[in-house]
């Protein structure tokens, strides 16, 4: 059985960083891309950053790059998304989603596998 489990959320201030990990067992990443969504209180679940089984890396929000980064560790099944410098609008449950294509997709739909999701609370 395919499952995600995410972990690493936390209530973190201003400036602050954080990592989560997106733990996957039931299949080899080597042949999953593995996205990063968030969903703010009251507003639709986005995009966040993607990580390709070709390894490659996409960026879905503006505000995110230079701040954002994601990675595989192989070995441990585990992709982390390492988020520094966080600021309040970063505030949502994030989760982590697997999808056997070959590079990454934006839309949530094209996700089949997702994870419960961790709660990122960035407040002073």
């Known amino acids: 059985q395919l499952q995600l489990v995410e972990s690493g959320g936390d209530l973190v201030q201003p400036g602050g960083s954080l990592r989560l990990s997106c733990k996957v067992s039931?299949?080899?990443?080597?042949?999953?891309?593995i996205g990063w969504f968030r969903q703010a209180p009251g507003k639709d679940r986005e995009a966040v950053i993607c990580?390709?089984?070709?390894?490659?890396?996409?960026s879905y929000q503006a505000s995110v790059k230079g701040r954002f980064t994601v990675s595989r560790d192989i070995p441990k099944n585990t992709v982390h998304l390492q988020m520094n410098s966080l600021k309040s609008e970063d505030t949502g449950i994030y989760y982590c989603?697997?999808?056997?294509?070959?590079?990454?997709?934006?839309?949530?739909?094209?996700?089949?596998?997702w994870g419960q999701g961790t709660q990122v609370t960035v407040s002073s």
């Open positions: 990580t390709s089984r070709n390894g490659g890396t996409t």
């Open positions: 989603a697997g999808a056997a294509f070959s590079s990454c997709s934006e839309s949530k739909s094209e996700y089949p596998y």
């Open positions: 039931g299949f080899t990443l080597d042949y999953y891309s």
